[in-house]
């Protein structure tokens, strides 16, 4: 009698080592380290990574370990102090070619992260990181879509011949000027025809006659979330080469955005990767002028000299056929011919009209793709920081046009697959859609989150340790199964998350805690239960079986009430609360079963399968 069959048994001891196996590497903690990503043009390869061990034996740095994968190496440090010294060095060494980025790595064993067993990301409260608050410029994206249509109209009327004086950008939206009514009407026409979410108003003054072309509130408010989630796009884009886990870029209303970076300590160094921008421009090359002169810094007019990434001069037009903000997507792959790297760009409707009359114009000359990157640096001037930004700008390609293309085409001339994936992404990326400004700042220390951690710890285990006391001294030998059941409860509760890869945060914590308090609730149930069959005279075999299978509807009940509004929580909520929603309802869901399952088993391998004459409860 109060047996489990023995599948039931394997089960349950199958689930426990399972649930142990993943929830012992978040004991295991983090270590310092150092990450090296290479930037464009820049290689990580054996030299690259003898270079680094050179470095740091000169400058008597020891290392744990040094990890290796295609784009990035990490090298592991006994402590902080370590940590810090060596970004410096490596910094020096290797120059702007590389981002050489401080983080903060589980110490799981290798043979756990073989088995996928990972920690548990912690949130900025508990692991310190730095936090950003932007305000997106909103005038300026508006003003940005009015730009747009000021170069669309004007495209426009120039391919319809239709005449106008001026066009150009006014209060309240994109003005054009006309000699005649007849032009005007013209330009009506076809603009509402092409455009129809403009609003178009027309007016005569001074013997001209004007039509404004303004943006209706809904265009206004596409431009204005267009450039929130751009916005929101580029600095997800940015923070990968930070390499930070579980970043939070979210907005904020209507107009901000809240970056989190857990783990990162150097809030200096992640405002340049966010404000780093890169875009491309497509221009001639001028085949006619005078490299030599241009070199002797006679450069011919309408022309500018450049660079190509060897060094060696290339003189191009001052005209732009197409640039960065005219393109829709980028991605990175192969040429069909030379199997080289290669990146494949969309352009927008303005940028294909563009690139088709220009390369149709000039078939068999050569056109060069130039590079621009804009990155500031911030630097200790007097003890006081000072922000630098500097331009980059190189030819990356020069090709031969061979045949008109226009919306869709391919650069190549890049160095490694790599390249090409970078290269896509910043594209993609791209300048920001509207102007942001960080409007508040905040560092969390490792310190400060070191504690949160303590903490949290603490409250936690002097609350298990409470009710453990509790329950042994009040239910006896049940009250050891039921504070057994409610330690497997905890480790599963924390396996699973880990299994999940969530985010603990401090109200994490308390939802943990939350559900040690309450997952006790179910065995007090239970035992209420037997200890009533037992005042009834039914056997202690009996009191166990009635007690278990009569109090499981009161359980089922009352946890199912809670779940209920975990889920509300959790559809309703945002961020920290999403985050003890979570924890609540899957700790809602193991502290029924260890609180059912396992405390039963627990029971039956004590008492089951033998007279009893009396129960410890």
């Not at 886990?245 to 809030?267: N, T």
């Not at 069909?336 to 760009?345: D, E, F, K």
Request: include cysteine; charge should be neutral.
């Amino acid at each position: 009698m109060n047996r489990y069959p023995l599948w039931k048994n394997l089960l349950i001891l199958a689930v426990m080592i399972f649930g142990f196996l993943y929830a012992i590497p978040n004991l295991y903690g983090e270590v310092p380290v150092v990450q090296i990503s290479a930037l464009r043009g820049a290689s990580l390869g054996e030299a690259e990574k003898t270079r680094i061990e050179q470095v740091l034996k000169g400058a008597n740095l020891g290392f744990l370990a040094l990890e290796q994968e295609s784009d990035r190496i990490t090298l592991r440090f006994a402590d902080t102090e370590l940590q810090l010294k060596a970004q410096d060095q490596l910094i020096e060494a290797l120059g702007e070619d590389y981002v050489v980025a401080l983080n903060l790595v589980p110490a799981t064993p290798k043979w756990m992260e073989d088995l996928n067993a990972a920690p548990m990301y912690l949130g900025l409260d508990l692991r310190g990181g730095v936090h950003f608050l932007m305000q997106v410029d909103m005038d300026a994206a508006v003003a940005q879509a009015e730009e747009r249509y000021v170069s669309d109209l004007r495209s426009l009327l120039r391919d319809d011949k239709i005449r106008y004086l001026s066009i150009s950008r006014a209060s309240g939206g994109v003005e054009a000027k006309f000699r005649s009514t007849e032009d005007r009407a013209a330009a009506q026409e076809r603009i509402s025809r092409e455009f129809p979410a403009l609003l178009l108003n027309d007016s005569e003054a001074d013997g001209a006659y004007y039509l404004v072309a303004s943006l209706s509130d809904k265009e206004v408010l596409d431009a204005k979330n267009l450039a929130l989630q751009q916005n929101v796009l580029t600095l997800r884009n940015r923070i990968n080469e930070l390499g930070v886990a579980e970043p939070v870029i979210q907005r904020q209303g209507s107009d901000r955005i809240v970056v989190q970076l857990p783990g990162v300590q150097d809030p200096a160094r992640a405002k340049e990767i966010l404000g780093a921008t890169a875009t491309l421009e497509f221009r001639m090359v001028d085949a006619n002028g005078d490299l030599t002169a241009a070199l002797a810094g006679k450069t011919p007019i309408g022309s500018r000299l450049y660079r190509e990434r060897n060094g060696n001069p290339v003189l191009l037009e001052r005209r732009i056929i197409v640039t960065g903000d005219q393109i829709i997507d980028a991605a990175s792959g192969l040429d069909q011919q030379s199997g080289s790297p290669a990146v494949y760009v969309t352009l927008d409707s303005k940028g294909a009209r563009q690139m088709l009359q220009t390369t149709k114009e000039n078939i068999g000359k050569p056109m060069a793709v130039v590079f621009i990157e804009n990155k500031s640096h911030t630097r200790m001037v007097d003890g006081a920081p000072v922000k630098e930004t500097k331009t980059v700008e190189e030819v990356i390609n020069v090709a031969t046009i061979r045949d008109q293309f226009s919306k869709r085409f391919q650069i190549t001339g890049l160095d490694s697959p790599t390249e090409a994936r970078n290269l896509a992404l910043l594209l993609r990326a791209g300048a920001l859609a509207a102007p942001i400004e960080i409007i508040e700042e905040r560092t969390v220390g490792p310190s400060l989150g070191a504690q949160n951690i303590e903490r949290g710890f603490n409250s936690t285990l002097i609350g298990f340790a409470a009710i453990v006391l509790f329950m042994s001294f009040y239910y006896r030998v049940f009250g050891v199964i039921a504070s057994v059941s409610l330690f497997s409860n905890l480790v599963l509760l924390v396996a699973i998350l880990s299994m999940l890869q969530a985010t603990l945060t401090l109200p994490g914590i308390a939802g943990i805690a939350l559900t040690i308090g309450m997952a006790i609730d179910a065995n007090v149930l239970i035992f209420e239960r037997v200890r009533e069959e037992l005042r009834l005279g039914n056997s202690p075999q009996a009191a166990i079986h009635a007690g278990y299978e009569r109090a499981w509807g009161t359980i089922l009940d009352s946890n199912v009430t809670t779940l209920i509004a975990g889920f509300s929580l959790f559809l309703l909520g945002s961020g920290p609360v999403r985050g003890f929603a979570v924890v609540l309802c899957i700790g809602i869901l193991t502290s029924m079963f260890s609180a059912v399952m396992i405390s039963r088993s627990l029971v039956n391998l004590v008492y089951g399968g033998r007279k009893l004459s009396r129960l410890a409860i």
